[in-house]
Every structure is written in C-alpha cells, then in structure tokens.
C-alpha cells in the first residue's frame, strides 16, 4: 500500500518535479540539457591528450576502401570514449548479460563506433503482437529459451561525422545482425543467439528511421509505449531525492535494486499521486489542484517519445516458432542465411555508403569536423 504523504509534503515534491520538467520545452533540448550537465564531470584518464585522435577523420577515403574490423572493448575505456560522441546518457552498470563492442577501420587505426548489446527488456509491445504473447517469467521453459536466444542493441553509436557522411549508424546496426556477432555472443554466453531486437534512436519526432530500408538485416515491428516521464538528472534529482526520502521516512528503493533511479523515480510519482488523490476529497479547491498536477504528468510524458522497433533474425526462417518452443530447431533462409555474413554485410554498407559519399562530394556537403562533447557540444544535432 502506497504510503500517504501531508498535502504540502506532495504539493512540494511536485513543484520540484516541475521546476525541472517545465525547463524543457521538447525532447531535443531535453536530451542536450542533460548530457552538457554530464559533461561537465567528464575527466580523461589521459590527461594532456586528445581523445579525439581515435576516432575516424580521414575523408578521403571512399567507403570501397575501408578495411573495418570489431573488437571487444574494456567497459572503462569503451564508456569514457563513447561518452564523448553519444548524445544520450549511459548506464555503466549493467545487469544481465553485455558485450561492449567497438568497430574499428584498421588502415587508420581508428574507431568508426561502438555498439553494446544486453539482456531484452521483459516487456516489449511489438515483441508481445508478434509473439501472439507477452514473456511469462512464470514459463520457465519459454524464458530460458528466449534469454539463451535473444539480445537487444542499447548502444548503436557511430562517431560523427563518420555517421553523416558514411552512413555509419547503417554499418553499426547491420554489424549487430551479423554472423560474426553470433559467434562472439554464443561463445561467451553459451547462447544460440538467433533474435535481436534494437529501437530507433528518437521516436516519434522523426518519421522515419536510419533503420528503414535495411531488409534483409533489420525489419520495422512497430512503436514502443511511452508512458513515462523522462530521467530528472543532476542537482534537480539530488534534491528531489533527498526530499522524498526526508519526507517518506527511509529509503525509497532498498540498495542493490536493478534500475533503482528510475524506480525512485516512480516511487515519488506514486506518492505524489496517491497523496493528492487522497486530499482532493476534502475541498473544490484540492480537487482543482489535483486535476492540474494530473495535467502536468501527462504535458511531461510528452517529453518522450514512441520509438519504432526493429528485429533481426540472423537468416533464419523459423524464430518465433523457436521461442514460442512451438520447434526445437532453426531452419535456415535459403539465399538470405548467406547475406548475413561479416562480409556479406560490409559489402552490403559498402555500396550503399558509397553512393552517400559521391553524392556528399558532389554537393559539398561532406563534414570534416570532429564533432565531440568535451570540445564543441554546441555545433551537434541532438536529431539528425
């Protein structure tokens, strides 16, 4: 039962909660007023260095030429580099299983982009629709089989402008959909991987995806819910935080909980909620109020966005009946299975980036510049 907080108590909260969230006026400055934040605790495990040496800035390459490899990467230097050329935030613990992956072009020695796959969320809408069914942590048969066979891609990061002049977020994305990724996955977590699920990066203020046009490798599903609100980071959650937890009486959230900030979160919004429900009984005027700060949850979930989803089957015919334990074998995709190779792939990337960069030559419109958070975060597209 959702504890019931003195109506000034919630009412304060709440007024916390918006001093953030009315800040924002869209999900753009939203994610580039939270990632400066980041920022500015960003330190280098180099010092007197420029990371930015290792990241791809030969443009005179035409994409025929590359040479391009992955590698697994340490969790430290993967997350400080990637830090530098994601405009989203990053977890650092992960629960479940992970792989980092880095992709690098080995004439120049340099890092094209980074890619981490994870344990899928147990809960997904277009999985659920194709499955004819949401996850049942109940089955323990049908779980199993789908955590030894699926995995989702959380990061699917090109450097830029590689990623504008080269099509790179194409590259990373059809890279997670290849053999050679398999193998790397089973290996190391004994899996037989043959589902991969990602989401395209900003949802609905874009009406199309750098996912689309990519069959075989990846195939649209469907819209993500999004009914939530979006992360308070820094300072404002400090405050909030510690005001809730003073008013609540002890702990929100026991230590150790997966995604613990966010179920903090929620767990403020529940006892706002709940408290000022609990009060509007008594007066016209507490109903009133009741009604706007209703209002104002929902205006704040507007802040995020229905991503579209995407699935990968690695070439096989049969996956859904293989996770739905309908069959205990995949079959193979006559004349697709094939495509799904490492080079098969990059050949793929290949002719397509390259009719990207002709036409960028063309037009004068290739980029040249590094674009980094640490040196010049106010010349980057949060949406490309």
Same mark, same amino acid.
């Given at each position: 039962?959702?504890?019931?907080l ?26 580039w ?7 500015q605790?960003y ?8 990371m930015?040496d ?6 005179s390459?035409?994409?025929?030429d590359?040479?391009?490899?992955i ?5 430290e ?24 992956v ?12 980074f ?9 997904l809408?277009?999985?659920n629709?194709?499955l ?8 323990v048969?049908?779980m199993?089989?789908?955590?030894d ?14 990623g ?5 977020g194409k590259?990373l ?10 193998t790397?996955?089973?290996?190391k ?15 609905t203020?874009?009406s ?13 599903k469907?819209n993500t819910? &999004? /009914? ?7 300072? %404002?959650?400090n405050?909030?935080? =510690?005001?809730? !937890? ?9 230590q150790?909980?997966?995604s ?9 919004v529940s006892?706002i909620?709940?408290?000022v429900?609990k009060?509007?009984?008594?007066s ?21 966005e ?5 699935? &990968? /089957?690695?070439?096989?015919?049969n996956?859904?009946? %293989?996770l739905t334990?309908?069959t =205990?074998?995949? !079959? ?39 674009e980094?958070w640490?040196?010049n ?8």
């Amino acid at each position: 039962m959702t504890k019931i907080l003195p109506y000034e108590q919630a009412v304060h909260l709440f007024s916390l909660m918006s001093e953030y969230y009315d800040g924002f006026e869209n999900i753009e400055k939203y994610l580039w007023e939270s990632k400066a934040e980041k920022m500015q605790d960003y330190k280098s495990s180099l010092p007197g260095t420029s990371m930015g040496d290792m990241f791809f800035q030969d443009w005179s390459i035409h994409p025929k030429d590359f040479k391009i490899s992955i590698h697994v990467s340490r969790p430290e230097m993967f997350d400080q580099s990637l830090e530098l050329v994601t405009s989203h935030a990053i977890q650092h613990s992960i629960p479940g299983r992970s792989m980092r992956v880095q992709v690098m072009e080995e004439t120049t020695g340099t890092s094209l982009g980074f890619i981490r796959l994870g344990s899928p969320v147990i809960n997904l809408k277009p999985r659920n629709n194709w499955l004819e069914q949401p996850l049942s942590t109940k089955n323990v048969k049908m779980m199993r089989r789908f955590n030894d066979s699926s995995m989702m891609g959380f990061i699917i990061v090109p450097t830029q402008p590689f990623g504008f002049n080269y099509l790179g977020g194409k590259l990373l994305a059809a890279i997670c959909c290849s053999h050679e990724i398999k193998t790397m996955v089973d290996n190391k977590y004994n899996m037989n991987l043959c589902h991969f699920e990602t989401t395209s990066l900003y949802g609905t203020t874009k009406s199309i995806s750098q996912y689309d046009g990519m069959k075989p490798f990846l195939r649209y599903k469907g819209n993500t819910e &999004s /009914d939530f609100l979006p992360m308070i980071n820094g300072v %404002y959650w400090n405050r909030l935080l =510690d005001q809730a !937890e003073t008013y609540y009486g002890e702990e929100l959230v026991p230590q150790g909980v997966t995604s613990r900030k966010m179920k903090q979160q929620q767990k403020i919004v529940s006892l706002i909620v709940a408290s000022v429900k609990k009060h509007a009984g008594s007066s016209d005027a507490f109903k009133v109020h009741s009604m706007h700060i209703a209002g104002a949850f929902d205006r704040w979930k507007g802040l995020t966005e229905k991503k579209r989803v995407y699935f &990968s /089957d690695y070439g096989y015919s049969n996956v859904k009946e %293989y996770l739905t334990m309908q069959t =205990d074998k995949l !079959e193979e995709k006559k004349e697709v299975f094939a495509r799904h190779s490492m080079k098969n792939v990059i050949e793929w990337w290949k002719n397509k980036a390259g009719t990207r960069y002709e036409k960028l030559i063309k037009s004068e419109s290739l980029r040249t510049k590094l674009e980094l958070w640490n040196e010049n975060p106010e010349e980057i597209d949060i949406i490309r």
